[in-house]
C-alpha cells in the first residue's frame, strides 16, 4: 500500500519561501509512469493543482504559479519537494502531494499539511 | 485553463436516497475526468476515474458516466458515510482543473 506524508513548517513569513516535502512509502518514487504531484486547497475553499515531477525531474507547473515554483525529486529518499517562493497571504492552505498514475488519476494521497503564511 | 462547473452547489439527502451530482467541461475533455469524496479535515480520495471506471475498494454504489463535456456521479443509495463533499477533476489539459465541489449533508 502506497502511503505519502506531507513534511515542512506550518508558519512561513510574508515574502519568504515555503518549502514541502513528501516521503513516499510503499512503493518507488522511480516506478515508471507515476507523476508526483502537489495540490492546495484554501480554507474553506476547493482544490487548486500545482503542478507534478517524474522520477526523472521533468516538472510541470501551473501557469500562474510557474514563476514560483519549483519541484525536485530525491530518488535515494524516496522523497519529493515543493518550494514556493515570495509568498503571500494568498499562499495559506493545505498542501496535498498526490500520485498521478495512468489513466490521469489522483489515486494516491497524503494526509495534507497546513501552511500558513504570517507574520 | 479548462473550467469545470458542478451543479448542485449544495445538495441534501436522506439515507437510501438516490442522488446525482453534475459536472460540466467548458470545452471537450473525452473521458478524462475523475470524481473525488472529501470529508472534513481528510484528503480527497479517489472514487471513479475515466469518467466511470470504479477505484478498486470503492462501493458499488458510486457510478459515473459521461463524455464530452457533461458528466455525472450517482450515489445509488446514500449511506451515513457519504455525506461529505464531492469534486470533480479533468485531467484532459493541463493544468489540470478542479470544479468547486458538491457539499452532501444530511437532510
Known amino acids: 500500500q502506497v502511503q505519502l506524508q506531507e513534511s515542512g513548517p506550518g508558519l512561513v513569513k510574508p515574502s519568504q519561501t515555503l518549502s514541502l516535502t513528501c516521503t513516499v512509502s510503499?512503493?518507488?518514487?522511480?516506478?515508471?509512469?507515476?507523476?508526483w504531484s502537489w495540490i492546495r486547497q484554501h480554507p474553506g475553499k476547493g482544490l487548486e493543482w500545482i503542478g507534478y515531477?517524474?522520477?526523472?525531474?521533468?516538472?510541470y507547473y501551473k501557469p500562474s504559479l510557474k514563476s514560483r515554483t519549483t519541484m525536485s525529486v530525491d530518488t535515494s529518499k524516496n522523497q519529493f519537494s515543493l518550494r514556493l517562493t515570495s509568498v503571500t497571504a494568498a499562499d495559506t492552505a493545505v498542501y496535498y502531494c498526490?500520485?498521478?498514475?495512468?489513466?490521469?488519476?489522483?489515486?494516491?494521497w497524503g494526509q495534507g499539511t497546513l501552511v500558513t503564511v504570517s507574520s | 485553463d479548462i473550467q469545470m462547473t458542478q451543479s448542485p452547489s449544495s445538495l441534501s439527502a436522506s439515507v437510501g436516497d438516490r442522488v446525482t451530482i453534475t459536472c460540466r467541461a467548458s470545452q471537450t475533455i473525452s473521458t478524462y475526468l475523475n470524481w473525488y469524496q472529501q470529508k472534513p479535515g481528510k484528503a480527497p480520495k479517489l472514487l471513479i476515474y475515466?469518467?466511470?471506471s470504479l477505484q478498486s475498494g470503492v462501493p458499488s454504489r458510486f457510478s459515473g458516466s459521461g463524455s464530452g463535456t457533461d458528466f455525472t456521479l450517482t450515489i445509488s443509495s446514500l449511506q451515513p458515510e457519504d455525506f461529505a463533499t464531492y469534486y470533480c477533476q479533468q485531467t484532459y489539459n493541463t493544468p489540470f482543473t478542479f470544479g468547486q465541489g458538491t457539499k452532501l449533508d444530511i437532510k
Open positions: 515531477i517524474y522520477y526523472s525531474g521533468s516538472t
Open positions: 498526490a500520485r498521478l498514475a495512468d489513466p490521469r488519476k489522483l489515486d494516491y
Open positions: 475515466a469518467a466511470s
Open positions: 510503499g512503493g518507488s518514487i522511480s516506478s515508471k509512469g507515476y507523476y
